[in-house]
């Protein structure tokens, strides 16, 4: 299990901090863009890092004003500087391809959790699609909702190749319930700066849960 950091806005401030005590960073390319003139200028600056540290970088786009075939496009020219993963969203047209670069497929909700039909569904498209990790995050209203995604974790074909937690405020704790149940990956925000999704913990909280359950 690793602790990916997840950075976005004022990432140049958290990156040196982390590149070393984090198991892998998540760049969040659509946060990051709003710091920059252009993709150009970001890509300046961020190239060299990929070189240097690829293998421990997650680099994501999501829900930003890119269409499905440029996101496509902007990941496939990522793929040339290597780094550990690349994640897309789900109705992002990436083509299969055989690359040293691993793929995360991700669906997200951020009004309820669908039915448990649907998201194995979800889950086996995403699959078929060549994903190395499918990631589920929904909304959580209740209880109920939140045992539902954490139900994914129990498909043994799935073990670990599935991240799965909620939104809202059963974001927390179904985080927590993932570490529990066997999730590759968990995600933290830099202590001190702003987290990336709702219920995102701090790097520190996360590190002192895991000793905990270990």
């Not at 300046?44 to 930003?64: D, E, M, N, S, W």
């Not at 999704?197 to 520190?204: D, E």
Request: charged letters at 20%.
């Amino acid at each position: 299990m690793k602790i990916c950091v997840c950075l976005g806005a004022g990432w140049q401030e958290y990156w040196p901090v982390y590149r070393e005590k984090a198991d892998l960073i998540e760049f969040r390319i659509d946060l990051m863009l709003s710091e920059f003139a252009s993709f150009g200028d970001l890509w300046a600056q961020l190239a060299p890092i990929l070189k240097h540290y690829g293998r421990k970088i997650i680099v994501t786009y999501r829900f930003g004003t890119l269409s499905p075939d440029d996101r496509a496009s902007l990941f496939l020219s990522l793929l040339t500087q290597s780094p550990a993963y690349i994640d897309v969203e789900y109705d992002t047209p990436v083509p299969v391809l055989e690359m040293e670069t691993k793929l995360i497929i991700s669906f997200h909700h951020d009004r309820e959790t669908p039915s448990l039909e649907e998201l194995y569904t979800i889950v086996g498209r995403s699959f078929s699609y060549g994903a190395d990790l499918v990631k589920i995050v929904c909304r959580c209203r209740d209880a109920g909702e939140e045992a539902r995604l954490m139900a994914l974790y129990k498909i043994p074909a799935y073990t670990g190749r599935l991240i799965v937690f909620g939104m809202g405020p059963y974001g927390l704790s179904s985080r927590l319930h993932a570490a529990a149940l066997g999730t590759p990956i968990l995600y933290a925000a830099p202590d001190g700066g702003a987290p990336t999704a709702p219920g995102q913990p701090r790097f520190s909280q996360l590190q002192a849960h895991l000793l905990n359950i270990m």
